[in-house]
T-cell receptor, first 110, second 113 residues
Framework: AQSVTQPDIHITVSEGASLELRCNYS??????LFWYVQSPGQGLQLLLK??????LVQGIKGFEAEFKRSQSSFNLRKPSVHWSDAAEYFC????????FGPGTRLSVLP | EAGVAQSPRYKIIEKRQSVAFWCNPI?????LYWYQQILGQGPKLLIQ????????DSQLPKDRFSAERLKGVDSTLKIQPAKLEDSAVYLC???????????FGPGTRLTVL
């Protein structure tokens, strides 16, 4: 069975600081990988996805993620966080079916 | 382009009652998903349709939950009878095809008393 873990329940960063959100998955092969963001009162929105090819993928809003097969990880990064990035972030994988991680809540200090 | 529509937005019922949620996906999207998101957790896939056929319903509690997608467009998710633990946001999403980017609706917040 496939699974997704996001080790950090809640992260707080200062505006302008860099950000890395961790995601690890368990699956027998390389799954399709996704990062979604859920802002308060907003629906889930896709930030980026990885299917194959270049392991560093660029997404919307200045986010990027790197797939590391050896670590079964797909960490999300942003070089400079904006106050509007405060939200819940979900890593998701598609292997046999879609599985979402538990989410990481990001708070941004002014 | 219109997004995924869901109704109602909120619903409060008592346990053992029945409830139904409706979803209208983005026009032309073949794949439709229903998720359950309990407070503080990630969305859990309940059922996935490809056109009007079921692709995956392995996590759907079939003794009380049912879903249909007639004519491969709109979909309805029903709970009968509801339990307290069914309190959650029910999200509908659609995509052009399987594995692709999912577009989510605003969700229906269900409270079971």
């Amino acid at each position: 069975a496939q699974s997704v873990t996001q080790p950090d329940i809640h992260i707080t960063v200062s505006e302008g600081a860099s950000l890395e959100l961790r995601c690890n998955y368990s699956y027998g092969a390389t799954p399709y990988l996704f990062w979604y963001v859920q802002s308060p009162g907003q629906g889930l929105q896709l930030l980026l996805k990885y299917f194959s090819g270049d392991t560093l993928v660029q997404g919307i809003k200045g986010f990027e993620a790197e797939f590391k097969r050896s670590q079964s990880s797909f960490n999300l990064r942003k070089p400079s966080v904006h106050w509007s990035d405060a939200a819940e972030y979900f890593c998701a994988v598609y292997g046999q079916n879609f599985v979402f991680g538990p989410g990481t809540r990001l708070s941004v200090l002014p | 382009e219109a997004g995924v529509a869901q109704s109602p937005r909120y619903k409060i019922i008592e346990k053992r009652q029945s409830v139904a949620f409706w979803c209208n996906p983005i026009s032309g999207h073949a794949t439709l998903y229903w998720y359950q998101q309990i407070l503080g957790q990630g969305p859990k896939l309940l059922i996935q349709f490809q056109n009007n056929g079921v692709v995956d319903d392995s996590q759907l509690p079939k003794d009380r939950f049912s879903a249909e997608r007639l004519k491969g467009v709109d979909s309805t998710l029903k709970i009968q009878p509801a339990k307290l633990e069914d309190s959650a946001v029910y999200l509908c999403a659609s995509s052009l095809e399987n594995f692709n980017e999912q577009f989510f609706g605003p969700g229906t917040r269900l409270t079971v008393l």
